[in-house]
């Protein structure tokens, strides 16, 4: 292996690579800005001509474009490596004004730069680490950067699961566990929306004539939660509810949106059943519920675990130490995992915050983490 060729090659070039993350979060990309989504897909794909891909910027009328690169490495038709990123981010425009990117005690902190635009930069340093020593992976190299990720993927999901039909294995770079550990599983994630019909009336002259939806609701609210079952890692949350019109009115409508966390496919069919079947208690009330999975879990499979042994042995090399776990957030490896594809998430730079105004990179992680993907693909 080549890791400590990789790690001299990388660590030179720590505060340019700091310098390309700096101008990726200057670059405000909240997932529902097309016009800046768009412009910064450009960016990206201007940024990396000079290494020589094949750069596709995929049109999308709904949200940003997306991009996809394509190193062919003189591989043939070999099943590509696919790297995996997102350039939207949860921060609405304007969010760099109030807390523009600023370094302290080894931490770069901005909106955004742990999830994920350091894992742009990390993608191209890789990539040029390897050019620069003249190394060549076994296998094509498909990176694809999608604009709709914090929403739920709607516009890029069938590209990735096409792109992963194809491919050998997949290495997203979503910030990692805490101490830079990766993600070999996932749980799924469900949204619902239970919409309920009663009937309304005067609450005080003649309340037997109407069919309360906020008590129907209630009943439902009880059914939901004891759906949940923590054993199995199944969490049920109903975190908004609706109902009703004035406090002298029987309610004739109520809602509720529930969240639904899964750690296994079968846990996510017991549940679409089970929402599929809830009938109303209340006499001549109407209960309907709608939506569905919108990530399926991703669960550590032998496929997966036997790729992160061999990214362990390849880390290994590089001095580095890897380590697994799971968590509850969802990602677009749970796409790949789901289709069978070896996946491996978390691969992004160490730090902490995601979502939170205290989001930060540590700054001396990004040779470290760019000579690990580097070795990943020449070692995979």
């Excluded at 590509?80 to 609405?92: E, G, K, S």
């Excluded at 005080?204 to 949940?228: C, F, M, N, W, Y």
């Amino acid at each position: 292996m080549n890791g400590q060729s990789l790690l001299d090659q990388l660590r030179p070039r720590r505060d340019e690579m700091l310098a390309a993350v700096t101008e990726l979060v200057n670059h405000e990309t909240p997932s529902a800005g097309k016009a800046a989504l768009d412009a910064l897909a450009r960016a990206l794909a201007e940024r990396f001509a000079p290494l020589g891909p094949a750069i596709e910027i995929i049109p999308n009328a709904e949200r940003g474009d997306h991009l996809r690169l394509h190193w062919d490495f003189g591989r043939g038709d070999a099943p590509p490596a696919l790297i995996l990123c997102h350039f939207d981010t949860v921060w609405p425009a304007g969010t760099l004004a109030e807390r523009p990117v600023r370094i302290e005690d080894g931490r770069a902190y901005g909106p955004g730069i742990f999830d994920m635009k350091a894992s742009l930069a990390l993608t191209e340093y890789a990539i040029r680490a390897l050019q620069a020593l003249g190394l060549t992976p076994p296998r094509p190299v498909v990176a694809l950067f999608t604009s709709d990720e914090e929403v739920g993927s709607p516009t890029s999901r069938a590209l990735i699961e096409a792109q992963a039909r194809a491919s050998a294995y997949a290495l997203v770079l979503e910030s990692p566990l805490a101490g830079g550990r990766l993600k070999t599983a996932r749980k799924g994630v469900g949204r619902f929306t239970i919409a309920i019909t009663g009937r309304a009336a005067h609450a005080g002259i003649e309340p037997e004539k109407g069919i309360s939806a906020v008590v129907e609701l209630a009943h439902q609210i009880l059914r939901l939660s004891d759906l949940a079952d923590p054993a199995a890692g199944t969490t049920v949350n109903v975190g908004v509810v609706r109902g009703g019109s004035a406090p002298n009115v029987v309610p004739a409508e109520a809602s509720a949106r529930v969240d639904v966390r899964v750690t296994t496919l079968a846990e996510a069919t017991r549940i679409e059943a089970a929402m599929a079947a809830l009938r109303p208690v209340l006499p001549g009330a109407t209960v309907t519920a709608t939506g569905s999975f919108d990530r399926p879990p991703m669960e550590r499979t032998p496929q997966s675990a036997a790729l992160f042994e061999r990214a362990r042995a390849i880390a290994a090399t590089l001095g580095q130490e890897l380590t697994e776990g799971a968590t509850g957030g969802a990602s677009d490896g749970n796409f790949t995992a789901a289709l069978g594809l070896p996946t491996l998430d978390g691969l992004g730079a160490l730090g902490a915050g995601a979502h939170a105004a205290g989001e930060h990179i540590v700054i001396d992680s990004l040779p470290e983490r760019a000579a690990l993907l580097a070795a990943l693909l020449l070692g995979l």
